[in-house]
């Protein structure tokens, strides 16, 4: 595999023999007292650190056990190639060779990892510029390239290890890889399965023998990790099924003697599937039985679910520690009938002691303060122990988004049984960025953006930032700031300011432009753990600057109320967002409410916007999506609704296959105006995109979309909703969510401008 060069001849048989030889020659010296200690050898190393570790003083008695010590504590300070101990007289002459110091770590021949992390990695376990070489911990660094290498399936990497010397005893440390091909995985089998079919079991890995796309998802390469979380899933699919007795009886891992092709063979046992014939509870339950039986989601009669056996005692834990009770005991206690296939759960729980918080402590937060994270807390000091206050408060630290990972542990107090301290740790996550980027698009063309933001201000959870957006049809510069805790009840403030431009999106060259310049500032107000309600206000102008092809319907506007219109709009909204993710959600809920009301200037009236997301999981690779989409705008003190406030429907985003913004009301020159009124129906099956494994983020859909806008006088007709169908490929690449999406007009109308291919990166359904 290697070939080691050193140059320096250092061996650590010969590091042994010198050891020896000195402590030899230490016991060889006849006992005197020291009257002075020199050291002789030193180039870099201080002489008080061989004073300091030197057990001998002036004025005391050297004896051979004293001098072997000696050796001992020199060689311990890990700076010594040789020591030796010579008496001139009655002084204590120390002669030291010291251990070369590393001048440079250098890789060679290394694509699978950044040179930058390797160098961090060997700073990690000290071989890094200015430290003494230790050919013992160059050997060990060596083997962990070489493991990571193999967690990376490149069983046949090579490393090489060079050490050079170069003046003032200094070296130069290289590792030079060859990485060589991945090992692949050839064949996976699974051996003893009778109730469900290979390709079923095999369907449930992460890795598999690759496709076409392998290339991109890596699924093919052999990861002892993955192969661990598959055979976890595997054991969970059966549990879950009835087979309470599966086990896995064995996995062999095979590697081909050139390293490149690697089988798998799974050996099962499935025993027999068991039903619940009935679940009892035992132990102490606080009198709160029945509340304690509401909590059980096992269901006599079905087949045994440890998911179920599992949730119910994780639910029984967690309303313990409601009662703080933080260390309740509950297990599920199986009684089987292997005559008759039936299993009875006994259910015994004890709650132990109850148990106060003493102290929260909070670590890992070196650039955020700890006022940022306390006062997401709703567990507080001095307080009862209670578990659904400590995971809410666990949930609202990582919400923050300032943070990558957020853990909560519960510490016992020494001679204190009731008492408990709670334990945050915290790794912070880089939150500010510079962002310079392009995107195209088949409706907006070439865009251009640029943003500063940095959503942590100073380590103080303020948001802070400036987005640039420029397009062929809608150009926007905003500045915003929010101050999460504008208020100790957690009342949040944003400033916006902004200044937009847009046009219709079909225009042929027009010129005109419609300018918004505004402020506003918005409050959200905690009404719930789970729901906060937005409110504020602001001020904007609205230009609607004449040019060629301007739309009838903006100079007719413009002829009766002016080219330039001030509104004064109050906002008010509401949001929910449960979903488990937010690029690539399979459940969960989604809902946001956005209204307006121009209370003051020439434009009067009112706009609403609610949306709903419902995203359900039909097995691991399959999603089912509804999207529902509602506005609504009318016109105030006699005056029509806005036509620079309509609402736009058609395209991504909508209703595909239609060209972007360009169903419902036109005016004589068959411009598209929108319109206050829109509908949106949406309904896509997200699966796994072929040759692309469980990897969710690229996936294919299909989908059927509905929608259409509707004037001011027009009445909600569902017979004039246009309704397409379609196929779309969803890819979450390095400059964001791209889709694109094939529609066919399903029911469309004379006048209708069609668009069947259609892609964007940044939007959503």
Do not use: C
């Amino acid at each position: 595999m290697r070939k080691t060069i050193n140059r320096l001849g250092v061996r650590t048989a010969a590091a042994a023999a010198a050891l020896a030889l000195a402590a030899n020659a230490a016991w060889a010296l006849t006992p005197f007292k020291v009257q002075d200690i020199r050291v002789e050898g030193l180039q870099r190393v201080e002489p008080g650190t061989i004073f300091a570790s030197l057990p001998l003083r002036v004025g005391d008695e050297y004896d051979d056990d004293k001098g072997a010590a000696a050796i001992r504590a020199l060689f311990a300070l890990g700076l010594f190639k040789d020591v030796r101990l010579e008496a001139a007289g009655n002084v204590l002459v120390v002669v030291v060779e010291e251990r070369p110091t590393i001048a440079d770590v250098e890789f060679a021949g290394t694509k699978e990892f950044d040179k930058d992390t390797l160098k961090k990695a060997m700073r990690d376990v000290g071989l890094t510029e200015g430290r003494p070489f230790d050919k013992a911990l160059a050997d060990r660094a060596e083997q962990e390239l070489k493991r990571q290498y193999i967690n990376r399936s490149l069983y046949g990497a090579e490393v090489v290890t060079t050490v050079t010397p170069i003046e003032r005893n200094r070296v130069n440390l290289t590792f030079t890889v060859t990485e060589g091909e991945p090992a692949k995985i050839k064949d996976i089998r699974i051996v003893g399965n009778q109730a469900f079919s290979e390709s079923t079991l095999k369907g449930l890995f992460d890795q598999d023998t690759g496709g076409w796309l392998s290339w991109y998802t890596k699924s093919n390469r052999y990861s002892r990790a993955k192969l661990n979380a598959d055979l976890e899933t595997l054991r969970s699919y059966y549990l879950a099924r009835g087979y309470l007795e599966f086990r896995i009886d064995s996995t062999q891992v095979a590697i081909s003697p050139d390293k490149q092709d690697i089988s798998i063979t799974v050996n099962v046992t499935e025993g027999p599937s068991y039903v619940v014939s009935g679940v009892k509870l035992e132990g102490n339950y606080l009198d709160r039985d029945d509340e304690f039986k509401s909590l059980i989601t096992i269901r006599p009669g079905e087949p045994y679910n440890a998911d179920q056996v599992a949730a119910t005692t994780k639910a029984f834990s967690d309303h313990f520690g409601n009662f703080g009770f933080a260390f309740a005991r509950v297990e599920a206690v199986p009684e089987i009938d292997r005559e008759h296939n039936r299993v009875a759960l006994v259910l015994r729980a004890e709650p132990s002691r109850r148990a106060y918080v003493r102290r929260i402590n909070v670590s890992g937060n070196n650039r955020t303060r700890d006022e940022v994270i306390r006062r997401e807390f709703r567990q507080f000091e001095s307080s009862w122990y209670d578990g659904d206050k400590i995971k809410l408060s666990r949930d609202r630290v990582d919400r923050l988004g300032y943070f990558t990972e957020v853990n909560v542990e519960t510490q016992e107090v020494p001679g204190a049984p009731d008492q408990v301290d709670l334990v945050v740790n915290v790794q912070e996550k880089p939150t500010g960025s510079l962002q310079l980027g392009a995107g195209f698009s088949s409706a907006e063309k070439i865009s251009l953006s640029f943003a500063i933001k940095q959503e942590n201000v100073f380590g103080s959870g303020n948001y802070l930032g400036i987005d640039v957006n420029t397009s062929k049809y809608r150009r926007t510069l905003v500045f915003s700031t929010t101050d999460p805790y504008f208020t100790q009840d957690g009342v949040s403030r944003t400033l916006d300011l902004y200044y937009r431009t847009a046009k219709p999106y079909e225009d042929q060259g027009g010129n005109y432009e419609l300018v918004t310049a505004g402020a506003s500032v918005r409050f959200g107000v905690p009404f719930s753990e789970t729901d906060t309600v937005f409110f504020g206000g602001g001020a904007e102008q609205t230009k609607i600057k004449a040019g060629t092809n301007i739309p009838a319907a903006y100079l007719s506007y413009a002829e009766k109320f002016g080219a330039t219109s001030v509104a004064v709009p109050l906002t008010i909204g509401w949001s929910r967002d449960d979903r488990d993710s937010a690029l690539a959600p399979n459940s969960g809920r989604y809902q946001r409410l956005n209204s307006e009301w121009s209370v003051a200037g020439d434009a009067r009236y009112v706009r609403a916007n609610y949306q709903y997301q419902q995203y359900v999981p039909l097995s691991k690779q399959f999603t089912l999506a509804f999207n529902g989409e509602l506005g609504l705008g009318k016109g105030m003190n006699g005056r029509p609704f806005p036509v620079f406030k309509n609402f736009y429907s058609g395209g991504l985003g909508s209703v595909r296959g239609f060209d972007q913004g360009t169903l419902g009301p036109r005016d004589v020159t068959g411009a598209s105006l929108g319109g206050p009124k829109k509908i949106t129906l949406n309904a896509e099956l997200v699966a796994p995109f072929p040759g692309a494994g469980n990897d969710r983020t690229l996936r294919w859909f299909t989908f059927v979309d509905a929608g259409n806008v509707y004037g001011e006088n027009e009445s909600w007709e569902l017979s004039d909703l246009r309704v397409s169908a379609g196929l779309g490929l969803s890819w979450i690449s390095p400059l964001g969510p791209l889709r694109i999406a094939y529609a066919q007009p399903v029911r469309k109308f004379a006048g209708d401008r069609i668009q069947k291919l259609q892609f964007q990166i940044g939007t959503s359904f």
